[in-house]
């Protein structure tokens, strides 16, 4: 699959298959009925934007971390423009792929 690395300020809905690195500020939870949902924001040099959290993802990471997302897209919501990633994993090691 082909990804396009994108700086936050690029970020725009619709978009998918993207590449995304930052660090994560402010993770909190949010109600859920359902499922374990935590946002955090995160942060670039040119901007910040809400990031979704599912599931063992809001163990992965904490604040300060700095993050690689693969495969991430964007959601528009009440809170205003969001991204998550269908990927389990949250990388904090630049993966191989990432950039390309």
Not at 14 to 41: D, F, V, W
Not at 67 to 85: H, N, P, V
Request: hydrophobic share 30%; net charge positive.
């Amino acid at each position: 699959m082909r990804y396009n690395l994108v700086k936050i300020s690029e970020i725009k809905h619709p978009m998918k298959n993207l590449q995304i690195t930052g660090h994560i500020e402010s993770k909190k939870p949010l109600p859920s009925a359902y499922r374990r949902h935590y946002i955090a924001y995160l942060c670039d040099d040119t901007g910040k934007i809400i990031l979704n959290l599912w599931r063992d993802q809001v163990d992965q990471i904490k604040d300060g971390d700095t993050i690689y997302l693969l495969g991430a897209f964007t959601q528009k919501e009440k809170r205003g423009l969001t991204i998550s990633t269908w990927e389990e994993k949250i990388h904090k090691e630049k993966p191989k792929i990432f950039g390309k």
